[in-house]
């Protein structure tokens, strides 16, 4: 594997300033092609999957550039203090700043929201920038994340959030359980992709496993859905999970990379 050593860039200003953690590779050749990865929620960028990309584009010679959302890994916060407007900027903030060159957004679960997020804000925003991003990769994307959570809560979670303002989810990654905060759940609905279908313009490509229960695969098809222009496609691994971190999974990860680079 190549060394990426952690840096840092201070993202957002006042009390709302955050340091946020990257490891960055540049490709073999200047201005070549890389990868951004884009983490799942509690997940950091030292995760099996995060690793084992960045292994394999130091192979290619593709550069590699990986974060910490506020409240995640190495970067300052609270998990309870952010939100999904938090992770949008700071990954635009990273894409923007640290990459260069033609980049394909690869993002896992909440990452997969998020770099829909980010390809739809770069579009309306900064035209430049949002050409360099030539397709995304996402893993069992939990796109509309917020509202996929809500889904998922008894009617006794949702009075908790909405009297209390937070309520603990169980979960097999964290025995802790996830805080979710009612700031959590409103401020996602300003990042709604249901709302609003768009064009992404490029190659989206779904890798999906259909034992997932985190992220059920009828979620991952009702993204064909929204997403127009036809250039959406879903690989799914009948015998997976949510992890997809098996080398198989792994490999089919790749292959779909390369064929988003190629195109």
Known sequence: ????????????????????AYRYSPPAISGGPGVMWLIGLKSDMGSTKATALADWAAGQGIGCVRFDYSGHGQSSGRFEDAVVGDWLEEAAEVFKR????????????????????????????????????????LVAPAWDLTELIWGEFSDEAKREVMEKGSYTLPNDYDAAGYVITRRFIEEGRNHLLRREP??????????????????????AR??????????????EVPDAGHSLSRPEDLARLFGLIERVLAK
């Open 98 to 137: 640290v990459t260069a060159g033609p980049q394909v957004v690869v993002g896992s679960s909440t990452g997969g929201h998020i770099a829909l997020l980010l390809l739809r804000k770069l579009m309306r925003e900064d035209a430049e920038e949002a050409a360099r991003l030539k397709g995304l990769v």
């Open 1 to 20: 594997m190549q060394d990426q050593q952690t840096k840092f860039i201070e993202v957002g200003t006042g009390e709302a300033r955050r340091r946020i």
């Open 198 to 219: 768009f064009d992404p313009g490029r190659p989206v490509a779904i890798l999906q496993g259909l034992l997932d229960t985190d992220v059920p695969p009828a979620h």
């Open 222 to 235: 009702a993204l064909a859905t929204i997403l127009t222009g036809g250039q959406t496609t879903i690989t």
